[in-house]
């Protein structure tokens, strides 16, 4: 009997000691089968990353109140607004751009930012957008004096529904004392871009339902000329093709670009790691979670970062994109079009990475003569101008020294894949690159098929950096 008593007390300290952990992997697993279960696979680094950091949130008890708020990704969070500056039309747009901004110590470009964004827009394009100003800082009395310069300004923008300023009271705030020092940080830092994760958690949480796409730009920002029409040629050019984040600058998180769907997902997540890391980074790690391995980033920029001084302490900050262009731009279309070649490809960079503008290439082993690159339209397009550029500034012996463009008409199956019937050359190519004008006026049908040929072998790799493809309007019948 004494015995059966010992065994009895023994699995009493067992299930006791067991019952804690037990709970802390049942509630991960749940948090992370709702957040991830429409997205098909994560990426495993980054499911390590942030399985590790979620156990240590689970064991806290000042995060209790947030799992319960963020329990649901696909819901918004509950934040009572104010509304400083206008408010949303029941119409949604095509785009909505969000800024947040705060009190600095020295300088402030918000009011540059926003004027920027509609210099720089025509009649059409504004018709198309929305800007939503976060006002994030605690300082009500600051508020209202900007919100004041900014109603006499832009009244006419408020009005037409283009602008509004809105405001997260601090009540809603998590906890910003006693914050986890990652990275050695001092104390006042993690507190400033903490509270910048959850101010920014706050504006997508509100901009949610407002337009089919969301720009996420900071509050010292120059923006290029028509910017919404070249970024909306980029959209359409991937048509298609999964993405998570479009980036049209190089910098932090300015011009970043999010399908509105995903904008409930991300603030929860820049909620739930608020502490963890500085906002760029939690951007990069939810890209990877969502299955986007790799940075999908266009040139010329179309954002430029103006602040010389930082909204933290005032300290410089320097930081430009060197890719900027803000007059003499002109992205191509790039209609939808599947891509193929026999030549041989040298490890990831295949045709597909040559078709846009992101930063990237084709690469392919030394070519012979009739090789081919080929790009096949999802449906035939009337072409005004094609331009094609081989070899990059650190490889440039990776040209295609002798070769032709080409375009065809009347697609057809093959064992090698869709081509054309018929072909005609367009041109040659000179020192590894061709430019073709007026495409529409000297050829009279509309082009299925563009092809690269090989017209003589070469010792040297192929990189083909770029094909940019305009096409115009239909004629009218």
Partial sequence: MRLLWKCLDKMRCFRKRSIIPLLGVLITGLLFLNLFIEDGYVLEEDKRQLRETSTH?????????????????????NVTYRYLA????????????????????????LMETIKSIFDQSSYEELKEIVVVVHLADFDLAWCESLVQDISRKFAHHIIAG???VIHAPEEYYPSLNGLKRNYNDPEDRVRFRSKQNVDYAFLLNFCTNLSDFYMMLEDDVRCSRNFLTAMKKVVTSREGSYWVMLEFSKLGYIGKLYHSKDLPRLAHFLLMFYQEMPC???????????????????????????????SYKGSENKLKDD????DSFDIPDNPPASLHTNINVFEKY?????????????????????????IVFDKSAKISKIKIATGTDDRQNDILRHGALEVGEKLVGTKKGKQCTSYITLGDFKNGNIEVQDVNRKIAFDIVCVRIVVTASQKEWLIIKSVSIWTTQPSSQ
Avoid: C, M
């Fill in 280 to 310: 760029d980074w939690l951007l990069i790690h939810f890209r990877g979670l969502l299955a986007q391995k790799d940075v999908i980033r266009f040139k010329p920029s179309l954002f430029q970062h103006i602040g010389y001084y930082s």
């Fill in 162 to 164: 283009r602008l509004l």
């Fill in 323 to 326: 890719d900027f262009e803000e």
């Fill in 57 to 77: 949130q689970l064991n806290s008890e000042r995060y209790v109140h947030t799992f319960k708020d963020i329990s649901n990704f696909s819901g918004t969070i």
């Fill in 86 to 109: 206008g408010s949303p039309l029941p119409r949604k747009k095509y785009l909505t751009i969000g800024l947040s901004s705060v009190k600095r110590k020295r300088g402030n470009y």
């Fill in 350 to 374: 295949d045709a597909t990475k040559a078709y846009s503008n992101v930063d990237e290439y084709f690469w392919g082993k030394a070519p012979s003569t009739g090789d081919f690159f080929v």
